[in-house]
């Protein structure tokens, strides 16, 4: 690795870190040190290609690997993750005006991980569906179906949500 | 506004305070340098695989050698045995590999359009929802066979309803929990194995949603070695828990032993108080770097009773 690698490396993390990181905090749904580990653990695949993969779009290269240990750890994790996206308690009363971004982000993370993953590409990142397709390694069809069930399962527990809080 | 806008707003909301550590670039290039440290150490290991591999191989059936006339290329077709894709759809992971195996194919997982390398634990149980090639096609034998597993379905995550203070579950009382603890108000059942097992999680009061600081799991019967083999085989301690053994380590990743004290790893104690029941506690490591953790892991421990 020469020099001048070194330094694109360094350019790359301060241009694309942070993006990485919230991608994956959105997608594993796990605390933020673990999504930190998780985003140093997959840059530093990219790093040790880094000299082939710098010029040949290294950001799609790390998104991937990002992606697939998110999903991977979410699913590895599963147990952990039931204490993460436990729904609220249903034997404590919650506060019935609970805010509406932290229900949507709880509902979020009761996705399974590929769903959550679909979700996040395509409306927080702003992705097409051809471009979340090629990032998830699957097809377009695939990309449209999960989004339109992940977005109906948000809608319908959200809809409980309401009834019970009433 | 639509679900999705308002999807997209909670999710930018809720990353928003999210950047990367100034240190970030030195901590990959830390990373990079003790997996090549790592690698080096198992290299010798790697040198003594492939000799013993070398010898079979040579000694199996030979290949035809890809000959220039047509009579050569026709015996060639013969010679490759081709096999038809068997459908493992719906399978397990661990089933669909072994009828593939037993097809003389390959089986690789795949998600995200990565190969995942560490195909164990959960996803052996997973159910596979596609392969590629399909079923029914002709294809050489020894050819990878793509297999996307899917999620296993997940436990009811309130399986045990209201606990009262959370101390008496799945058949195990609680004696003893660190002051300042209370019950997480959440459970679950079907954790691990196909025997009765439950978790549940005790926390700090006003730590933040999703946290936990002890977790409990309990498995009973057949789940009750897997909880015990959840821990790795070497490098725990052993420590005495009411006259019967525990394993007590920190564990980095769920499977990797660190060294006791590291605030990388969450330390996690496991015994059988009785036999055909298993207990696993395991402290958040955050929570773990304010108390004295080996210390209250063993009185958690030495506190729990069986009930049934």
């Known amino acids: 690795m020469t020099e001048d690698d070194e330094a694109a ?48 779009n290294p950001e799609a290269y790390a998104k991937k690997i990002v992606l697939n240990a998110a999903i991977s750890l979410a699913r590895r994790r599963k147990i952990i993750r039931e204490i993460s996206f436990a729904r609220p308690p249903e034997t404590a009363a919650d506060p019935p005006d609970l805010d509406l971004r932290d229900t949507l982000i709880r509902e979020l993370r009761r996705l399974p991980p ?34 339109a069930r992940g977005l109906a399962r948000i809608r319908a527990n959200m809809t409980v949500a309401e009834e019970v809080a009433r | ?51 013993a591999v070398a010898v079979p191989v040579a000694l199996g059936p030979a290949l035809p050698a890809g000959g220039g006339d047509a009579a050569g290329r026709q015996s060639s077709a013969v010679v490759t045995d081709d096999v038809i894709v068997p ?21 690789v997982m795949y998600e995200g359009g990565m190969e995942l390398v560490e195909p164990e634990g959960d996803l052996a149980r997973s159910v596979v929802t596609m392969q590629e090639p399909a079923a029914g096609q002709q294809i050489a034998a020894g050819t990878v066979v793509r297999l996307d597993p899917g999620l296993t379905p997940s436990p009811d995550p309130q399986a045990l309803g209201d606990l009262g203070d959370g101390r008496e579950f799945g058949g195990i009382r609680l004696g003893y929990l660190p002051d300042g603890l209370v019950w997480g108000k959440w459970s679950a059942d079907k954790v691990i194995g196909p025997g009765k097992s439950y978790t549940t999680s005790f926390d700090e009061p006003g730590t933040m949603q999703g946290g936990y600081d002890v977790q409990v799991f309990v498995a009973h019967g057949e789940s009750a070695p897997q909880l015990l083999a959840t821990m790795p085989g070497k490098g725990a301690t052993v420590v005495d828990v009411g006259g019967r053994k525990a394993k007590l380590a920190y564990l980095y ?37 304010k108390v004295d953790a080996v210390a209250e892991l063993k009185k958690i421990a030495e506190g729990i009773r069986a009930t049934r």
């Open chain 1, 9 to 56: 490396f360094d350019e790359f993390l301060a241009a694309r870190g942070t993006s990485l990181l919230r991608t994956a905090i959105l997608v594993c749904g796990a605390t933020r040190h673990d999504s930190e580990d998780l985003v140093q653990h997959a840059l530093e695949k990219v790093y040790r290609h880094w000299p082939r993969i710098r010029h040949d």
């Open chain 1, 114 to 147: 590929k769903m959550r993953a679909v979700l996040v590409l395509r409306y927080w990142e702003d992705q097409s569906e051809t471009a979340t397709a090629a990032l998830l390694g699957c097809s377009v069809g695939s990309v449209k179906s999960q989004a």
């Open chain 2, 1 to 51: 506004m639509k679900i999705e806008d308002q999807l997209a707003d909670a999710m930018a909301e809720h990353v928003a305070g999210a950047e990367i550590p100034p240190d970030l670039g030195r901590a990959v290039r830390r990373r990079h340098r003790t997996r090549v440290l790592r690698l080096r150490m198992a290299g010798a290991a790697l040198v003594t695989a492939a000799v």
């Open chain 2, 87 to 107: 459908n493992v759809v719906g399978m397990t992971v661990a089933e669909a590999t072994r009828i593939l195996r037993e097809s003389a194919l390959r089986a």
């Open chain 2, 253 to 289: 990743r769920d499977d990797e032993i660190v060294p006791i004290g590291s605030d990388s790893g969450t330390p996690t104690i496991v015994w059988e108080p009785r036999d055909g029941l298993a207990v696993q506690i395991r402290m958040e490591r955050h929570y773990a770097q």
